[in-house]
Protein backbone atom coordinates (compact mmCIF):
# COMPACT_ATOMS: atom_id res chain seq x y z
CA UNK A 1 0.00 0.00 0.00
CA UNK A 2 1.26 3.02 -1.32
CA UNK A 3 1.37 6.16 1.55
CA UNK A 4 0.36 9.42 0.74
CA UNK A 5 3.50 12.37 1.14
CA UNK A 6 1.88 15.93 1.79
CA UNK A 7 1.96 18.50 -0.67
CA UNK A 8 3.65 20.72 2.06
CA UNK A 9 5.65 22.29 -0.70
CA UNK A 10 2.93 22.79 -2.80
CA UNK A 11 0.88 24.65 -0.35
CA UNK A 12 3.64 26.63 0.15
CA UNK A 13 3.85 27.19 -3.36
CA UNK A 14 0.12 28.64 -3.91
CA UNK A 15 0.35 30.88 -0.36
CA UNK A 16 3.61 32.41 -2.01
CA UNK A 17 1.72 33.10 -5.44
CA UNK A 18 -0.90 34.55 -3.67
CA UNK A 19 0.57 37.09 -1.61
CA UNK A 20 2.86 38.02 -4.59
CA UNK A 21 -0.42 38.95 -6.66
CA UNK A 22 -1.30 40.93 -3.76
CA UNK A 23 1.39 42.38 -3.31
CA UNK A 24 1.38 43.52 -6.84
CA UNK A 25 -2.36 44.34 -6.83
CA UNK A 26 -1.40 46.55 -3.70
CA UNK A 27 1.66 48.45 -5.54
CA UNK A 28 0.06 48.71 -8.98
CA UNK A 29 -3.09 50.73 -6.76
CA UNK A 30 -0.38 52.50 -5.04
CA UNK A 31 1.62 53.54 -8.07
CA UNK A 32 -1.80 54.57 -9.94
CA UNK A 33 -2.82 56.68 -6.73
CA UNK A 34 0.53 58.43 -7.27
CA UNK A 35 0.05 58.94 -10.46
CA UNK A 36 -3.00 60.68 -10.66
CA UNK A 37 -2.62 63.07 -7.84
CA UNK A 38 0.69 63.71 -10.74
CA UNK A 39 -1.11 64.02 -13.45
CA UNK A 40 -4.52 65.35 -11.93
CA UNK A 41 -2.26 68.28 -11.11
CA UNK A 42 -0.07 69.19 -13.85
CA UNK A 43 -4.03 69.09 -15.39
CA UNK A 44 -5.45 71.39 -13.74
CA UNK A 45 -2.60 74.37 -13.36
CA UNK A 46 1.20 74.17 -12.39
CA UNK A 47 0.50 75.80 -9.19
CA UNK A 48 1.72 74.94 -5.48
CA UNK A 49 0.59 71.56 -4.50
CA UNK A 50 -2.32 71.53 -2.70
CA UNK A 51 -4.12 69.31 0.14
CA UNK A 52 -6.31 67.17 -2.54
CA UNK A 53 -2.82 66.19 -3.87
CA UNK A 54 -0.68 65.26 -0.82
CA UNK A 55 -3.42 62.83 0.39
CA UNK A 56 -3.40 61.49 -2.76
CA UNK A 57 0.92 61.31 -2.82
CA UNK A 58 0.25 59.69 0.88
CA UNK A 59 -2.59 57.24 -0.05
CA UNK A 60 -0.01 56.08 -2.62
CA UNK A 61 2.81 55.93 -0.92
CA UNK A 62 0.71 54.10 1.99
CA UNK A 63 -0.37 51.24 -0.73
CA UNK A 64 3.34 50.98 -2.34
CA UNK A 65 5.13 50.85 1.42
CA UNK A 66 2.57 47.70 2.38
CA UNK A 67 3.12 46.13 -0.53
CA UNK A 68 6.78 45.84 0.22
CA UNK A 69 5.49 45.07 3.95
CA UNK A 70 3.41 41.85 2.83
CA UNK A 71 6.30 40.60 0.88
CA UNK A 72 7.79 40.25 3.93
CA UNK A 73 5.03 37.12 4.48
CA UNK A 74 6.70 34.83 1.73
CA UNK A 75 7.94 31.70 2.94
CA UNK A 76 11.07 29.54 1.96
CA UNK A 77 10.66 26.35 0.76
CA UNK A 78 12.36 23.46 2.45
CA UNK A 79 14.29 22.40 -0.86
CA UNK A 80 15.36 19.30 1.13
Do not use: C
Request: aromatic share 10%.
Amino acid sequence: MRQRVPMVRDRITIRNERIKLFAAFSSNMGLGLIGFAVLRRLADSLQSADAVMIWWLTAGLAFHGAAHYITGYIRKEDTT
